[in-house]
């Protein structure tokens, strides 16, 4: 199948010669964070992926055409223009390409353009999940279902801690998508270090990740969520945590807030709430995560 993918020279050389390559989403530039840390961050991602040893290849859609590796001026465009953007899953992929838009990609688009671009390593910040009334909305992120599907490894702190998390993790061991923790043995909690959630696999450096992925690609053709806890210094308090979402919950209730919008309104609420402590940890996680794929791509490149 031929796949119209507009690909950075560096990142298509460096597939080609079969070297470290790590895929980084757009939607947290264009939704994620605020402007101008947006850029800072995104500039810092692709600068520690690098440092670790590996490519950054940053991925969004222009005008229809799927980009694997954006320039410097096209990621400080979604950083400045994102929010007008479409915030495309892996389902909206085909009808803005036929409609020439540009869209910023979310976990699930991201892993599924990375799989195509045959490129196995993924850093974000945390995937989507089950909310926490899915029960009665249905509202279950296709991020999950993706890493069934797409044979890419996405080094991310967990979930959302926004999520039912308890149920996110029962939702991808039905998907049969191995979750295996990056020096910890319960799954993090995004912001928290951890959720009290056992973990049946972990590994301890990223040459045993690079490891795992071999063993697991030989008898399966699909993703893994490899979970990192954010950086000691920038973790918030569960307890503290768990305060701040329930009353996030509440006003996006009495807003009549739902579907797409509600996650980047608890994520607003929250920063709020937390005089910007949320944001501080959200980019030392998202950096730590980029150094350790950037770590594991070289792994498995050797």
Aim: proline share 5%; aromatic share 4%.
């Amino acid at each position: 199948m031929s796949v119209p993918l507009d690909m950075d020279p560096q990142v298509a050389e460096t597939l080609r010669q079969g070297g470290p390559v790590v895929a980084l989403e757009s939607t947290v530039i264009a939704h994620g964070l605020p402007w101008p840390g947006n850029l800072e961050t995104a500039q810092a991602m692709e600068a520690q992926v690098r440092e670790a040893g590996a490519v950054p290849a940053t991925i969004g859609l222009i005008a229809g055409q799927a980009i694997v590796g954006m320039s410097a001026d096209q990621i400080e465009g979604f950083a400045r223009e994102g929010g007008s953007m479409a915030k495309l899953g892996s389902r909206d992929l085909g009808p803005a390409m036929a409609q020439g838009l540009d869209g910023a990609t979310t976990v699930s688009a991201t892993a599924r353009l990375a799989a195509l671009a045959e490129i196995r390593i993924f850093a974000t910040g945390g995937i989507g999940g089950a909310h926490r009334d899915c029960d009665q909305t249905f509202d279950i992120s296709a991020d999950l279902m993706e890493l069934s599907r797409s044979p890419v490894a996405v080094v991310a702190s967990g979930a959302k801690s926004i999520l039912d998390l308890p149920r996110t993790l029962e939702i991808l061991e039905s998907l049969s998508v191995p979750v295996v923790g990056l020096g910890c043995r319960e799954f993090p909690a995004f912001y928290a270090v951890g959720s009290g959630l056992p973990l049946d696999h972990s590994v301890g450096s990223a040459q045993d990740a690079a490891e795992l992925l071999r063993a697991h690609w030989q008898v399966s053709s699909q993703g893994l969520l490899l979970a990192q806890p954010v950086p000691e210094g920038a973790a918030l308090s569960g307890v503290q945590l768990d305060g701040w979402i329930e009353n996030a919950l509440q006003d996006a209730a009495r807003e009549n807030i739902s579907g797409k919008a509600v996650t980047s309104f608890l994520l607003s609420r929250l920063h709020e709430m937390s005089a910007g402590a949320t944001l501080a940890a959200n980019r030392a996680l998202l950096l730590s995560n980029a150094t350790m794929a950037g770590r594991i791509a070289a792994a498995w490149a050797t």
